[in-house]
């Protein structure tokens, strides 16, 4: 039975920057480092951990680990500059807090750059939901590939539609999506975790093993060769916009970090959060991507679980593909969460009065909890899931997608707005040594950014027109 109630304290109804007072009535924070290590481990190491193998591929052994490193150190110098943004003035003692990415850009750059900085932070939420939504509905397929392959023979003809698998995907988030917001969803991040965890160990076991059988370690220096040098360039440049995907989560730190408990202050559990994870992360990349392409050489698959390099045994490829399946379906809420909390919070102070906005319906189901229904929410995050799903049927292309998005992300959001705000956090004095240090380092990630763009929408047009 549906009863309608005023809910004014939704975590979602936050002002663009609110004080210690004010956000105490708002969300009691509970989270400590672990929970946050468990929503960024959910975030970063999702989709992408299973296109470094291919990424090494192009790369080679020269060049593929040492940019999967840089691209770590990158990342944490990126995060660990922007976890100092949360609180102001003070970064660690101050009475303001910046909740999310665009609230921070506001409060330091003000309005003009926010609404750039809006339509390239939805545009990378949203896309990372696409690519998750493409990753899942092909790893659903690569279990009945590999009971077929089992049955029949690697030879058999076993061909099953992205289709219907991503459509299922998208009625599962549909029903997640109703999780309010971040602080209600600390238990699907540590599940997420935990099954990121196990197929990157499932996906580094099978690559140890074949790098045994075959008795040698596959590959060169300089990795696949192709047909021209203008071939070999744009897979070079998409197989970094596939490791710079599987990084950055600049993008939802600030959610991560608004929900940390303090003492000590959040910045320093974040920092430490952020250290961990990252290195963790690193690690399994390195020995995921490595193990990869040492496997298979220039045959090296688009996806290490997916691509069918590995055969048998067949029941634990689809353990990993299970578990890549449970991983996604809370990563995408990872990086959806901060979408709905940005349009629902810009409709509410919009329209106030309005019930179908603000207002909330408590229905309570035969044996169990009641649950707080909000007619907008049910209808914008339904056709946000629609959406998506429409958008992964008709691009169904892991790794040009990957590139794409990670290439087009990776320096805006990773490193320029972050270096921006700290310059006027930290009141950073023009053409000092730290300023020259960070625009320097803020260029450099520009030109691999543009490099890599250009290759992933080469490899996403021949994709799409082959």
Same mark, same amino acid.
């Given at each position: 039975?549906?009863?309608?109630?005023?809910?004014? +304290?939704?975590?979602?109804?936050?002002?663009?920057?609110? $004080?210690?007072?004010?956000?105490?009535?708002?969300?009691?924070?509970?989270?400590?480092?672990?929970?946050?290590?468990?929503?960024?481990?959910?975030?970063?190491?999702?989709? #992408?951990?299973?296109?470094?193998?291919?990424?090494?591929?192009?790369?080679?052994?020269?060049? %593929?680990?040492?940019?999967?490193?840089?691209?770590?150190?990158?990342?944490?110098?990126?995060?660990?500059?922007?976890? !100092?943004?949360?609180?102001?003035?003070?970064?660690?003692? %101050?009475?303001?807090?910046?909740?999310?990415?665009?609230?921070?850009?506001?409060?330091?750059?003000?309005?003009?750059?926010?609404?750039?900085?809006?339509?390239?932070?939805?545009?990378?939420?949203?896309?990372? !939901?696409?690519?998750?939504?493409?990753?899942? =509905?092909?790893?659903?397929?690569?279990?009945?590939?590999?009971?077929?392959?089992?049955?029949?023979?690697?030879?058999? /003809?076993?061909?099953?539609?992205?289709?219907?698998?991503?459509?299922?995907?998208?009625?599962?988030?549909?029903?997640?999506?109703?999780?309010?917001? @971040?602080? !209600?969803?600390?238990?699907?991040?540590?599940?997420?975790?935990?099954?990121?965890?196990?197929?990157?160990?499932?996906?580094?076991?099978?690559?140890?093993?074949?790098?045994?059988?075959?008795?040698?370690?596959?590959?060169?220096?300089?990795?696949?060769? =192709?047909?021209? /040098?203008?071939?070999?360039?744009?897979?070079?440049?998409?197989?970094?916009? !596939?490791?710079?995907?599987?990084?950055?989560? $600049?993008?939802?730190?600030?959610?991560?970090?608004?929900?940390?408990?303090?003492?000590?202050?959040?910045?320093?559990?974040?920092?430490?959060?952020?250290?961990?994870?990252?290195?963790?992360?690193?690690?399994?990349?390195?020995?995921?991507?490595? &193990?990869?392409? =040492?496997?298979?050489?220039?045959?090296?698959?688009?996806? *290490?679980?997916?691509?069918? #390099?590995?055969?048998?045994?067949?029941?634990?490829?689809?353990? =990993?593909?299970?578990?890549?399946?449970? +991983?996604?379906? #809370?990563?995408?809420?990872?990086? $959806?969460?901060?979408?709905?909390?940005?349009?629902?919070?810009?409709?509410?102070?919009?329209?106030?009065?309005?019930? &179908?906005?603000?207002?909330?319906?408590?229905?309570? *189901?035969?044996?169990?909890?009641?649950?707080?229904?909000?007619?907008?929410?049910?209808? @914008?995050?339904?056709?946000?899931?629609?959406?998506?799903?429409?958008?992964?049927?008709?691009?169904?292309?892991?790794?040009?997608?990957? %590139?794409?998005?990670?290439?087009?992300? @990776?320096?805006?959001?990773?490193?320029?707005?972050?270096?921006?705000?700290?310059?006027?956090?930290?009141?950073?004095?023009?053409?000092?040594?730290?300023?020259?240090?960070?625009?320097?380092?803020?260029?450099?990630?520009?030109?691999?950014?543009?490099?890599?763009?250009?290759?992933?929408?080469?490899?996403?047009?021949?994709?799409?027109? $082959?």
């Amino acid at each position: 039975m549906a009863k309608y109630t005023e809910d004014h +304290h939704s975590p979602l109804l936050q002002c663009s920057n609110s $004080s210690d007072e004010e956000s105490g009535h708002l969300t009691h924070r509970t989270g400590t480092i672990w929970t946050a290590i468990a929503h960024i481990i959910t975030g970063v190491m999702g989709a #992408g951990v299973l296109s470094l193998g291919w990424s090494l591929a192009q790369l080679g052994w020269l060049f %593929g680990p040492p940019a999967i490193v840089v691209f770590a150190v990158v990342t944490g110098v990126s995060t660990s500059i922007l976890s !100092d943004c949360y609180r102001s003035p003070h970064s660690e003692y %101050g009475p303001d807090r910046n909740a999310s990415f665009l609230q921070a850009v506001s409060y330091y750059l003000g309005e003009k750059k926010q609404w750039i900085c809006a339509v390239l932070l939805n545009e990378s939420l949203y896309g990372n !939901d696409i690519a998750y939504t493409i990753a899942t =509905a092909t790893s659903m397929r690569a279990i009945l590939k590999s009971n077929c392959y089992h049955e029949q023979g690697h030879d058999a /003809a076993c061909k099953y539609p992205d289709s219907i698998y991503m459509l299922l995907f998208g009625l599962v988030q549909i029903v997640m999506s109703q999780i309010p917001n @971040f602080h !209600d969803m600390a238990w699907l991040s540590v599940v997420a975790a935990i099954m990121s965890f196990a197929y990157s160990f499932i996906g580094l076991g099978l690559g140890f093993a074949k790098v045994i059988v075959n008795g040698e370690i596959m590959g060169s220096i300089l990795g696949v060769p =192709a047909a021209s /040098a203008t071939d070999k360039v744009w897979l070079v440049f998409q197989g970094l916009g !596939d490791i710079a995907f599987a990084y950055p989560y $600049s993008i939802i730190l600030l959610e991560i970090q608004d929900t940390l408990k303090s003492p000590p202050s959040e910045t320093k559990t974040m920092k430490k959060a952020s250290r961990s994870a990252i290195t963790i992360t690193t690690l399994f990349y390195l020995c995921c991507g490595s &193990f990869g392409y =040492a496997a298979f050489g220039n045959n090296t698959p688009g996806n *290490l679980l997916t691509g069918f #390099g590995f055969y048998e045994p067949y029941w634990l490829v689809d353990l =990993a593909n299970a578990c890549v399946i449970l +991983h996604l379906v #809370g990563g995408y809420q990872v990086f $959806s969460q901060p979408v709905f909390a940005n349009v629902e919070t810009w409709f509410s102070e919009r329209y106030p009065e309005s019930h &179908f906005v603000n207002g909330f319906y408590q229905l309570k *189901l035969p044996s169990l909890t009641t649950f707080q229904l909000n007619p907008f929410r049910l209808c @914008f995050r339904t056709l946000y899931v629609v959406s998506t799903t429409g958008i992964a049927m008709l691009f169904p292309y892991f790794n040009e997608v990957l %590139g794409v998005l990670g290439a087009l992300n @990776f320096w805006p959001l990773v490193v320029y707005f972050p270096v921006e705000m700290y310059f006027v956090q930290r009141k950073i004095v023009p053409w000092s040594r730290k300023w020259v240090a960070l625009k320097a380092f803020s260029f450099a990630c520009f030109l691999v950014s543009a490099v890599a763009l250009i290759g992933s929408l080469e490899g996403l047009v021949t994709a799409k027109l $082959s």
